[in-house]
């Protein structure tokens, strides 16, 4: 009962904070419309966009400045260090392993998820019924992460060679005749693109998807101007479809870019980041929660933060540089 009673009070509290925000937007917004002349529009923008903005500085700017201030701490978050947590990342023995990996996701999963994606996107726009090639093969990007790390666990699946099999990978290689199949979420360093094969798996379709809307708001005016100069199959493909969308290819490799950076889900699902499968990302989850080192998380975060900035800034310059020219 009073379990029950503690519920209704935590739900009656929530009403009543709703409610309050609430009652204070609809003072602003009658206040705002009684504005007249000048001031206006300024109380409009400051109306409409203040929330926006203090919930932005709220969420992503001060947790940002907490977390780069944390960075320069001790473990307990009280000591002042400097930099040692920064030099902790980049010099500690077997800190190597999480740091190359990631380099090597973020080289590989993008080109190889974009590159499987433009030639599907060629394949199927060719295809009666194309829409359900396409459905099927987007339906992973509706998965989440850790659904998907479950599903490939069954499929990377290790029994004895004399038990019934129930990975498929494992199956499939006793079949063409090898009689051990490896442990292979332990086989390193390929356990790494074993797992890079889910985050393809899971981003091609929206790389397909993307380029063959591009592909197809190519003018026809062009295709058939190419033709006329002789461009068909191979040629035209370089010479015209990949510098019509160029922009796009831009845009689809450094979103799966980003997404890659920040692996979690899977490597955690799958290995936990054993077997030389770490990446900076849980790295940064087993400091922070498992080894309680506020420092070397924070450290961690603001490295992943660097590392995504530069992408998302040569995003940004190259949409600008599409409308321009547009």
Do not use: H
């Not at 005749?177 to 889910?198: E, H, S, T, Y």
């Not at 054993?274 to 929660?289: C, I, K, L, P, W």
């Not at 080894?291 to 660097?306: H, K, N, Q, W």
């Amino acid at each position: 009962m009073e379990e029950l009673v503690n519920g209704l009070s935590k739900i009656g509290n929530a009403v009543a904070a709703v409610a309050i925000v609430l009652a204070i937007l609809l003072i602003v917004f009658f206040l705002a419309s009684r504005a007249k002349g000048r001031a206006q529009g300024p109380i409009a923008g400051l109306v409409f966009l203040g929330p926006a903005v203090l919930l932005l500085i709220y969420g992503l700017v001060v947790p940002a400045f907490r977390t780069t201030a944390g960075s320069l701490q001790d473990a307990s978050g009280k000591n002042f260090v400097g930099l040692a947590n920064y030099g902790w990342i980049f010099t500690a023995p077997g800190n190597s392993t999480f740091l190359i990996n990631t380099v090597l996701w973020i080289i590989i999963a993008p080109v190889l998820s974009t590159a499987l994606g433009l030639t599907l996107a060629l394949l199927l726009d060719r295809m009666k019924r194309e829409s359900i090639s396409k459905s099927l093969i987007f339906m992973p990007m509706a998965i989440s992460f850790v659904g998907a790390g479950i599903i490939w666990g069954l499929v990377y699946e290790y029994r004895d060679p004399s038990q019934p099999q129930v990975g498929l990978l494992s199956q499939i290689t006793m079949w063409l005749g090898v009689d051990d199949p490896p442990n292979w979420l332990l086989w390193q360093p390929f356990n790494n693109f074993l797992l890079m094969i889910i985050m393809i798996w899971i981003q091609v379709g929206f790389a397909m998807v993307v380029l063959s809307a591009a592909i197809k708001a190519i003018p026809a005016d062009v295709i058939e101007a190419s033709e006329l100069d002789g461009a068909t199959g191979w040629k035209q493909f370089i010479k015209v479809t990949i510098p019509m969308i160029r922009g796009t290819l831009v845009v689809v490799l450094t979103t799966i870019m980003i997404a890659v950076l920040k692996i979690f889900d899977i490597v955690r699902t799958m290995t936990n980041g054993n077997f030389g499968t770490q990446v900076v990302a849980n790295e940064m989850y087993a400091q922070s929660f498992v080894a309680f080192d506020v420092g070397r998380g924070s450290a961690l975060a603001v490295v992943l933060f660097i590392g995504v900035t530069p992408i998302i800034i040569y995003n940004v310059i190259q949409l600008r540089k599409e409308r321009s020219v547009r």
